[in-house]
């Protein structure tokens, strides 16, 4: 069967939100409840992304600041959410998310203030050392030595039109049981471009992640060949109690601009160390937690 919101050509620009609300123990297949599960089909998801998934602040950020001075800020919108990524130690500045009121080219407006300031301007080497004034850097004795260090803060839009999401109700406030979707064996196929995947994987469950290839190219030590064309793309995983995007026993997929927000247990993890001829390319992970020692799933 087919799974299918908008295509690679046609992308689906209204909301489409899928909230999933299997209970704990009942199971499908082996894979488990409140889920998309593909065996031996073919999820097609195509969204209207932003243009710009994720850019970085292009001045400082003050502590109470509402408003942000951003690189770029092509498609973002009042209303979105927002993530912004810490430039100092844990405990001082912190991941920070916020909602954004209007947004004029690229400055963005926030609903309410940071609590923390955040890096954003480029340093320059001097001959007087490390300096915030780019007129004097030096010129290295060898062309690839950089002179620029870049220690802006991240910023991404956690926000998209596809939502696959979990409720926000007792078994995910307690239990930690969220959605998941998973692409079970050789001949599945899965192509996400533009998807949420809020309140995402199960805490404590083997192969319960908010985004998961699970064995398409091997079968024991048989190989079964690559998952050419697969891919999950300008998407976010928006909380997860288990891991965010995950690539086990499967080559040849796509990994590229993603945003992986919040998670216990690995951000992007590829399992068996068998995988090959993978691409992760340009994804902005952020908030990555221990699990409790009583659900980590291996050491």
Do not use: C
Not at 21 to 34: H, L, V
Not at 226 to 236: H, K, L, W
């Amino acid at each position: 069967g087919e799974l299918r919101a908008g295509s690679e050509s046609d992308p689906i620009e209204s909301r489409v939100t899928f909230t999933l609300t299997g209970a704990i123990g009942e199971d499908i297949m082996g894979m488990g409840t409140r889920g998309i599960m593909v065996m031996d089909g073919s999820l097609e998801l195509f969204g209207t992304p932003p243009a710009v998934t994720w850019t970085k602040l292009n001045a400082h950020a003050e502590a109470d600041a509402t408003s942000l001075e951003t690189l770029e800020a092509t498609g973002w919108n009042a209303g979105d959410e927002i993530v912004v990524a810490p430039t100092d130690w844990y405990g001082v500045s912190e991941t920070e998310v916020r909602t954004l009121g209007p947004v004029t080219g690229n400055a963005v407006s926030l609903v309410s203030p940071l609590d923390d300031f955040h890096w954003g301007r480029l340093q320059y080497v001097t001959a007087e050392g490390m300096s915030l004034d780019p007129t004097n850097v030096i010129t290295p004795d060898h062309p690839d030595t950089p002179v620029v260090l870049d220690e802006r803060a991240e910023i991404g839009n956690l926000s998209r039109n596809i939502v696959i999401q979990a409720p926000d109700d007792a078994l995910w406030q307690d239990e930690g049981f969220g959605v998941h979707v998973m692409i079970m064996q050789h001949g599945s196929s899965a192509r996400v471009d533009g998807v949420e995947f809020r309140r995402g994987g199960q805490r404590g469950r083997l192969g319960r992640y908010p985004f998961h290839w699970h064995l398409l190219s091997y079968d024991g030590v048989n190989f079964l060949g690559d998952a050419d064309g697969q891919f999950i793309r300008n998407s976010t995983i928006n909380l997860s109690e288990s891991r965010g995007i995950v690539v086990h026993g499967t080559n040849g997929v796509l990994v590229q601009n993603n945003i992986v927000y919040s998670t216990h247990g690995h951000g992007i993890f590829t399992e068996d160390a068998v995988e090959r001829r993978n691409t992760f390319d340009g994804n902005l992970v952020l908030h990555v937690r221990n699990p409790e020692p009583e659900d980590a799933l291996k050491q």
